[in-house]
């Protein structure tokens, strides 16, 4: 199921709000433990029952290897179990999501004939296998105390986190649904709750979905656009991933804290940021936080020395490439993005001298041509788009121009007789994208500062009402495809 | 606190709810019943209308096929039939796309009678294919997705919106929908169809066996399927006139055996069903040739739609089992012979 759709907003949310804080009402804590546990499988479900035993199977045993990492066994045993544990984590989440590519390669290299599997990606394997890897881990560390299978199921298959991230860690979860004092209805937290996730719900809706349109007919004519058409394409995707991501952030940290959870930051303003290093301080944190704790420390580092330290970084740039997508145009991305993080490092003190406007906007066009990469199907798609940019001409193909006939601010700049009616609606709502990314507090600046006053309201009713009637052009959400 | 969220979300609630109270009592893509007269209605996109057109007209009979069919006169068509008709076309439109308009007039209707122009789009698609994604809510009969009609801010503004100011405006509802669309608006003539024939792309050419392929599944999944789930009534399958330009790109192109295999094998099939009759004009040479009747390769003047209509009910130019084969072949057989810088010039 997704946020921005009816069934979500008007029949599971409300409902699950409802048995929640009923049953706590009543101190019957487990049983609305239970309830929440029951809500966020059918959130799973709805997209697909059949993805349903492979998240339950997971949990499972994750909880199982987690019960024998912390219990009194055998150091040699315990080391054992959690190679186990993480072989097996990332044994399913390599045949899900890498044995075609695998495959792919193989018959490539060895001229062989493989057939391919055409595996389905279970929706949010990546999320909730690398959560309970940490888990795992922190049991082998004996850094979590024990928790019963109900705390554990709850943890992993929360649903406003399930399927897109935050990754989170248990940590950060369990002693919060055990804490008594967040058990009763607070309406601090509601209203907090509701404002993320009404702007989270616009970011999505109206912004990240608009652009999406325009991106969507670019790379479907990737060779035949005009050169302003590639331009819009690869800027309209730079902004669409943005809010699309930021969007989802926001309206889970929303949900989250309707129920009185409050999730990890995950995004906070990563386009603000004036180089490479900034931004993934900034973009998907959690994932970020992952791979420092898992990855980067467990390789040593910055302990030892330069050359080992930016060997380090390279790794998890890769591994982050690879995690993000089976293909070599996210291998690519995370590659360029390694040895930009590596580069950035080593020409700190040089590049400080340069003003913070040529940083960010070196930054800024850096980021616009590797999330090109990201985006196109194959590299063949990647060249042929950066050819374009080249291209002269301003025209929009009739494709594009029939994508946005539905658009109801397109509408009216046409009825009003605006020339070129298409190409002006892109680049006025390319500019409000970047004004919001760039001068906008984020929503978590705008919760911890909230007030419940008059002029809030009228902006949280505004953008409920116009996005819940804007989601009948439902779409998923990019990071559901990691 | 506790004031704001509640004002907040009883707010938004009835904003949104008021929405859909509007679209429903106005109900401008004619879902729960035809436009009041009081209304102008003047959207004009076919993938929304349709479904309402079909679920809420009343009629006996449909017209079914791509711009092809796009000009045909309602009227006429009805007087020549004798029986209630619309026409529910899709431009660019393929097989899928009529075979879902075509459920919704089945689930709705009692059929006699279903007019089919074919185009390639027939054969040359996969059978799934649509032209474009198409507003499925519109077209089912599940109720909880018409929330996606009613609570919709493109259907309020778009239509809605646009239907009442209209109206106020003092407009009225064009007969687009039933008459010509641009057969009196477009240019026509040998000029035109040559400068298009020039700007046109080469055909992508394929192996037969693709196009063998998706004329046998496209037949399968959405027209037999049709004809046997509905024996009580009478399919009437055309095969409009092509200018002489067509088959000379068709043949520049290496695809003339294909469409040819593609027509043959169609109308045998159709006419091995006891309720389907299939119609040829594609080899009435003096349509063929007069250019002056087309405004680029296919796409003709509306007197010729209303020709087939009326030929159709009389039942002239209709194949036969034992025709059919030889018919198209004749055809085959005169433009192998044809002369094209004839007409090209």
Same mark, same amino acid.
């Given at each position: 199921?997704?946020?921005?759709?009816?069934?979500?907003?008007?029949?599971?949310?409300?409902?699950?709000?409802?048995?929640?804080?009923?049953?706590?009402?009543?101190?019957?804590?487990?049983?609305?433990? @239970?309830?929440?546990?029951?809500?966020?499988?059918?959130?799973?479900?709805?997209?697909?029952?059949?993805?349903?035993?492979?998240?339950?199977?997971?949990?499972?045993?994750?909880?199982?290897?987690?019960?024998?990492?912390?219990?009194?066994?055998? $150091?040699?045993?315990?080391?054992?179990?959690?190679?186990?544990?993480? /072989?097996?984590?990332?044994?399913?989440?390599?045949?899900? $999501?890498?044995?075609?590519?695998?495959?792919?390669?193989?018959?490539?290299?060895?001229?062989?004939?493989?057939?391919?599997?055409?595996?389905?990606?279970?929706?949010?394997?990546?999320?909730?296998?690398?959560?309970?890897?940490?888990?795992?881990?922190?049991?082998?560390?004996?850094?979590?105390?024990?928790?019963?299978?109900?705390?554990?199921?709850?943890?992993?298959?929360?649903?406003?986190?399930?399927?897109?991230?935050?990754? @989170?860690?248990?940590?950060?979860?369990?002693?919060?649904?055990?804490?008594?004092?967040?058990?009763?209805?607070?309406?601090?937290?509601?209203?907090?709750?509701?404002?993320?996730?009404?702007?989270?719900?616009?970011?999505?809706?109206?912004?990240?979905?608009?652009?999406?349109?325009?991106?969507?007919?670019?790379?479907?004519?990737?060779?035949?656009?005009?050169?302003?058409?590639?331009?819009?394409?690869?800027?309209?995707?730079?902004?669409?991933?943005?809010?699309?991501?930021?969007?989802?952030?926001?309206?889970?940290?929303?949900?989250?804290?309707?129920?009185?959870?409050?999730?990890?930051?995950?995004?906070?303003?990563?386009?603000?940021?004036?180089?490479?290093?900034?931004?993934?301080?900034?973009?998907?944190?959690?994932?970020?936080?992952?791979?420092?704790?898992?990855?980067?420390?467990?390789?040593?580092?910055?302990?030892? %020395?330069?050359?080992?330290?930016?060997?380090?970084?390279?790794?998890?740039? /890769?591994?982050? %490439?690879?995690?993000?997508?089976?293909?070599?145009?996210?291998?690519?991305?995370?590659?360029?993005?390694?040895?930009?993080?590596?580069?950035?490092?080593?020409?700190?003190?040089?590049?400080?001298?340069?003003?913070?406007?040529?940083?960010?906007?070196?930054?800024?066009?850096?980021?616009?041509?590797?999330?090109?990469?990201?985006?196109?199907?194959?590299?063949?798609?990647?060249?042929?788009?950066?050819?374009?940019?080249?291209?002269?001409?301003?025209?929009?193909?009739?494709?594009?121009? $029939?994508?946005?006939?539905?658009?109801?601010?397109?509408?009216?700049?046409?009825?009003?007789?605006?020339?070129?009616?298409?190409?002006?609606?892109?680049?006025?709502?390319?500019?409000?994208?970047?004004?919001?990314?760039?001068?906008?507090?984020?929503?978590?600046?705008?919760?911890?500062?909230?007030?419940?006053?008059?002029?809030?309201?009228?902006?949280?009713?505004?953008?409920?009402?116009?996005?819940?009637?804007?989601?009948?052009?439902?779409?998923?959400?990019?990071?559901?495809?990691? | 606190?506790?004031?704001?969220?509640?004002?907040?979300?009883?707010?938004?609630?009835?904003?949104?709810?008021?929405?859909?109270?509007?679209?429903?009592?106005?109900?401008?893509?004619?879902?729960?019943?035809?436009?009041?007269?009081?209304?102008?209605?003047?959207?004009?996109?076919?993938?929304?209308?349709?479904?309402?057109?079909?679920?809420?007209?009343?009629?006996?009979?449909?017209?079914?096929?791509?711009?092809?069919?796009?000009?045909?006169?309602?009227?006429?068509?009805? &007087?020549?039939?004798?029986?209630?008709?619309?026409?529910?076309?899709?431009?660019?439109?393929?097989?899928?796309?009529?075979?879902?308009?075509?459920?919704?007039?089945?689930? &709705?209707?009692?059929?006699?009678?279903?007019?089919?122009?074919?185009?390639?789009?027939?054969?040359?698609?996969?059978?799934?294919?649509?032209?474009?994604?198409?507003?499925?809510?519109?077209?089912?009969?599940?109720?909880?997705?018409?929330?996606?009609?009613?609570?919709?801010?493109?259907?309020?503004?778009?239509?809605?919106?646009?239907?009442?100011?209209?109206?106020?405006?003092?407009?009225?509802?064009?007969?687009?929908?039933?008459?010509?669309?641009?057969?009196?608006?477009?240019?026509?003539?040998?000029?035109?169809?040559?400068?298009?024939?020039?700007?046109?792309?080469?055909?992508?050419?394929?192996?037969?066996?693709?196009?063998?392929?998706?004329?046998?599944?496209?037949?399968?999944?959405?027209?037999?399927?049709?004809?046997?789930?509905?024996?009580?009534?009478?399919?009437?399958?055309?095969?409009?006139?092509?200018?002489?330009?067509?088959?000379?790109?068709?043949?520049?192109?290496?695809?003339?055996?294909?469409?040819?295999?593609?027509?043959?094998?169609?109308?045998?099939?159709?006419?091995?069903?006891?309720?389907?009759?299939?119609?040829?004009?594609?080899?009435?040479?003096?349509?063929?040739?007069?250019?002056?009747?087309?405004?680029?390769?296919?796409?003709?003047?509306?007197?010729?739609?209303?020709?087939?209509?009326?030929?159709?009910?009389?039942?002239?130019?209709?194949?036969?089992?034992?025709?059919?084969?030889?018919?198209?072949?004749?055809?085959?057989?005169?433009?192998?012979?044809?002369?094209?810088?004839?007409?090209?010039?």
């Amino acid at each position: 199921m997704l946020f921005n759709s009816y069934e979500f907003v008007f029949l599971l949310l409300p409902l699950t709000l409802l048995v929640w804080y009923g049953l706590n009402h009543f101190r019957l804590y487990a049983a609305a433990k @239970v309830s929440l546990v029951i809500s966020s499988l059918i959130f799973y479900a709805y997209f697909n029952w059949s993805y349903l035993p492979i998240l339950l199977g997971s949990v499972l045993i994750n909880y199982l290897f987690g019960r024998i990492l912390i219990s009194d066994a055998p $150091k040699a045993a315990r080391r054992l179990v959690v190679w186990l544990g993480v /072989l097996a984590n990332l044994g399913v989440l390599g045949y899900f $999501k890498y044995f075609d590519f695998f495959l792919q390669n193989l018959n490539l290299v060895f001229r062989a004939d493989f057939t391919l599997r055409h595996i389905v990606l279970p929706l949010g394997i990546s999320f909730f296998t690398f959560q309970q890897l940490s888990y795992v881990i922190d049991c082998y560390k004996r850094t979590v105390p024990r928790y019963n299978f109900l705390d554990y199921a709850l943890f992993v298959s929360f649903f406003p986190q399930l399927v897109a991230g935050p990754i @989170v860690l248990h940590s950060e979860i369990v002693p919060q649904f055990a804490d008594v004092s967040k058990k009763s209805f607070q309406s601090d937290s509601f209203s907090r709750g509701v404002t993320a996730f009404a702007f989270g719900l616009a970011k999505k809706v109206l912004v990240a979905d608009a652009l999406g349109m325009v991106v969507n007919a670019g790379f479907d004519a990737v060779s035949s656009l005009s050169g302003v058409e590639a331009w819009l394409t690869m800027l309209c995707y730079t902004m669409q991933i943005y809010f699309d991501f930021s969007g989802y952030c926001d309206m889970a940290t929303g949900i989250g804290r309707m129920f009185n959870v409050e999730l990890p930051m995950n995004f906070n303003s990563p386009y603000k940021a004036d180089d490479i290093v900034g931004f993934w301080k900034r973009w998907h944190i959690t994932l970020t936080r992952f791979f420092t704790q898992y990855v980067y420390i467990p390789l040593g580092g910055n302990r030892k %020395g330069t050359a080992r330290t930016y060997l380090n970084i390279f790794i998890v740039f /890769l591994v982050s %490439g690879i995690w993000h997508g089976a293909g070599y145009t996210f291998i690519l991305w995370g590659v360029l993005h390694g040895v930009a993080n590596i580069l950035c490092r080593a020409f700190k003190k040089p590049l400080g001298y340069l003003p913070k406007a040529v940083r960010w906007t070196a930054n800024f066009a850096f980021l616009n041509l590797t999330w090109v990469i990201f985006r196109a199907p194959t590299m063949t798609d990647a060249a042929a788009l950066y050819r374009r940019l080249g291209a002269g001409g301003l025209t929009l193909s009739a494709a594009l121009r $029939k994508s946005l006939e539905k658009n109801i601010l397109q509408n009216l700049l046409m009825n009003f007789g605006i020339p070129q009616s298409e190409l002006v609606y892109i680049v006025l709502l390319l500019a409000a994208a970047v004004l919001l990314a760039l001068l906008c507090r984020n929503t978590n600046e705008r919760i911890e500062r909230f007030r419940p006053t008059v002029r809030s309201a009228v902006v949280v009713i505004a953008l409920l009402t116009v996005s819940v009637l804007s989601l009948s052009g439902v779409s998923t959400f990019l990071y559901f495809n990691f | 606190m506790k004031k704001w969220w509640i004002a907040v979300l009883c707010a938004a609630l009835c904003l949104i709810l008021g929405a859909g109270a509007v679209n429903f009592l106005i109900d401008p893509l004619m879902q729960y019943r035809p436009l009041h007269p009081a209304l102008t209605f003047v959207a004009f996109d076919y993938d929304y209308i349709n479904p309402g057109l079909a679920k809420n007209s009343e009629y006996d009979g449909v017209l079914v096929g791509t711009s092809l069919a796009e000009n045909t006169d309602m009227d006429k068509c009805e &007087t020549f039939f004798g029986e209630k008709m619309i026409k529910l076309i899709y431009p660019g439109g393929t097989s899928r796309n009529n075979r879902e308009i075509l459920d919704v007039a089945f689930r &709705t209707h009692t059929l006699k009678t279903v007019i089919w122009v074919m185009d390639d789009t027939l054969y040359f698609n996969e059978s799934g294919d649509l032209s474009h994604e198409l507003p499925m809510y519109l077209y089912d009969d599940f109720l909880p997705n018409d929330v996606n009609y009613l609570l919709n801010l493109s259907v309020l503004y778009n239509y809605s919106f646009k239907d009442v100011f209209n109206s106020l405006r003092g407009l009225s509802t064009p007969a687009l929908l039933r008459g010509d669309i641009w057969g009196h608006s477009d240019a026509f003539g040998k000029d035109v169809v040559l400068r298009g024939l020039r700007d046109s792309p080469q055909a992508e050419k394929r192996d037969v066996q693709y196009y063998q392929q998706h004329v046998r599944d496209n037949l399968e999944h959405n027209v037999l399927a049709l004809l046997k789930a509905h024996p009580e009534t009478e399919f009437y399958f055309c095969f409009p006139p092509k200018s002489i330009v067509y088959w000379y790109s068709a043949e520049h192109d290496g695809v003339i055996d294909a469409k040819f295999y593609s027509m043959e094998y169609v109308a045998n099939v159709l006419l091995r069903q006891t309720n389907a009759r299939v119609f040829f004009f594609a080899d009435r040479m003096e349509w063929t040739t007069d250019l002056s009747l087309y405004k680029d390769s296919i796409h003709f003047k509306p007197e010729i739609n209303d020709r087939m209509s009326q030929e159709m009910a009389q039942g002239s130019g209709e194949l036969t089992a034992q025709t059919a084969s030889e018919t198209i072949r004749v055809l085959h057989d005169a433009l192998k012979e044809t002369d094209y810088s004839e007409y090209l010039n």
